[in-house]
């Protein structure tokens, strides 16, 4: 079945610690999108890539990196620069122009730092 | 820049109420507007849409209509299961850009 997947649905990190959560689509959907959910705060875009090889940051992209080397993934970074990475990340891919608005998400993966 | 105002939750309601969520938004030009879902440990889900004034997007029941009017996109549902507990967002996007969500509203249903 067509869909997106985000993996480890679990991740537990230790402070100093980079982590990456996997994104895969097959879709063939042009764009990818990384966002944040904490509770009360909505989502928050980080980072977003139209097409392969190119990306833009999101509202809170500091902290985060991500890579777009094939359409089908994109993964995300999760830095030691970042100051509270302990969330729900939520990774989600459209077809582009003017249905970017009709996102299909992944289950999301939620990371702890301890 | 754009935005999306939900009103706050937690919405309380038992089985068979009639619901609405208020949603209003600010934006330059001429944006589509949408309500996602997202069930207890979900990713979301397109509940509807509207891609232009006036428009009423429905779907499972629920309903929304894009007032530009008054810059609004509440969602309604006349009677409502305990099936529909989740969070709803609403959301907007101007073609080419990243979707804006509103912060969310959580929905209780019971018995």
């Known amino acids: 079945d067509g869909g997106i997947t985000q993996s480890p649905k679990y991740l537990f990190r230790k402070e100093g610690q980079n982590v990456t959560l996997s994104c895969e689509q097959n879709?063939?959907?042009?764009?990818m999108y990384w966002y944040r959910q904490d509770p009360g705060q909505g989502l928050r875009l980080i980072y977003y890539?139209?097409?392969?090889?190119?990306?833009q940051k999101g509202d809170i992209a500091e902290g985060y990196s991500v890579s777009r080397e094939k359409k089908e993934s994109f993964p995300l970074t999760v830095t030691s620069a970042q100051k509270n990475p302990t969330a729900f990340y939520l990774c989600?891919?459209?077809?582009?122009?003017?249905?970017?608005?009709?996102?299909?998400f992944g289950e999301g993966s939620r990371l702890t730092v301890l | 820049g754009d935005s999306v105002t939900q009103m706050e939750g937690p919405v309380t309601l038992s089985e068979e109420a009639f619901l609405t969520i208020n949603c209003t938004y600010t934006?330059?030009?001429?944006?589509?507007l949408f309500w996602y879902v997202q069930y207890p440990g979900e990713g979301l889900q397109l509940l509807l849409k509207?891609?232009?004034?006036?428009d009423k997007g429905s779907n499972k029941g629920f309903e929304a209509t894009y007032r530009k009017e008054t810059t609004s996109f509440h969602l309604e549902k006349g009677s409502v299961q305990v099936s529909d507990s989740a969070v709803y967002f609403c959301?907007?996007?101007?073609?080419?850009?990243?979707?804006?969500f509103g912060k969310g509203t959580t929905l209780s249903v019971s018995s």
């Open positions: 509207a891609t232009k004034a006036d």
């Open positions: 890539s139209q097409i392969v090889n190119d990306f």
């Open positions: 879709l063939n959907h042009d764009a």
């Open positions: 989600a891919s459209s077809t582009s122009g003017r249905n970017t608005g009709e996102l299909f």
């Open positions: 934006a330059t030009g001429y944006p589509s």
């Open positions: 959301a907007l996007n101007q073609a080419g850009t990243a979707l804006i």
